[in-house]
Each structure stands twice: as C-alpha cells, then as structure tokens.
Nanobody, 122 residues
C-alpha cells in the first residue's frame, strides 16, 4: 500500500528556512514522480515542484525557483524539501504526492500525504 507522510512544518520568520520531509512506504521513491504542492486558505492547491529522481528531472514553479530545492535519503526512502528565504506568501499547508507517470498537475498525482502546515510570519 502506497503511503506518504509529511513532517517538518512550523512557524518561521520571513527570511528563515525549513526542511520538510516526505517519508514513503509501499514503494520506492526513486522510480515514481514525486510532487510537492501547497494550499493556502481560500486558494487552490498549486504545484511547486515535481521530480522523477531516477530520471534526474526536476520542475520548479516560478514562485519557488532559486529558494526551494529537493534532496533524498535512499536508505530512509525519504524526500526532503529545503525551503530557504521564506516569505509570508509561502504560508500554506504543504503536501507531497506521488504518481506512476510523468504528469505535472494536481490531477496526475494519485497518492497524497496528509499535509504539514508552514506559517511564515514575524
């Protein structure tokens, strides 16, 4: 059974950093497309990053390019989202998701974690 679990969210000041974790079980991260999404109150869920690690391809939304990066720990089957220079507009619930395919949009992902709250505020 495919399962994803995010952690690492919290409250951070503008300009600060957080690292989110996405632990996968029931499948190997490397061979699936993994996406990070976020949803702010009253807004639609948006994709911010997706990657198929075995292919070495990563796509970033303009809003996070240069500030957010991904890494992984194969032994722990975990993907990390490193978020630097955080801004108040980054405040949202962050989700990781997976798919056995190459789509880039929310409907293309069929397994989702429960989300973790990130709040950027002074």
């Amino acid at each position: 059974q495919v399962k994803l679990e995010e952690s690492g969210g919290g409250l951070v000041q503008p300009g600060g950093s957080l690292r989110l974790s996405c632990v996968a079980s029931g499948f190997t991260l490397d061979y699936y497309r993994i996406g990070w999404f976020r949803q702010a109150p009253g807004k639609e869920r948006e994709g911010i990053l997706c990657s198929t690690l075995s292919l070495g391809d990563t796509y970033y939304a303009d809003s996070v390019r240069g500030r957010f990066t991904i890494s992984r720990d194969n032994a722990e089957n975990t993907m990390y989202l490193q978020m630097n220079n955080l801004k108040p507009e980054d405040t949202a619930v962050y989700y990781c998701a997976s798919q056995w395919g190459y789509g880039l949009g929310v409907p293309d992902f069929d397994s989702w974690g429960q989300g973790t709250q990130v709040t950027v505020s002074s």
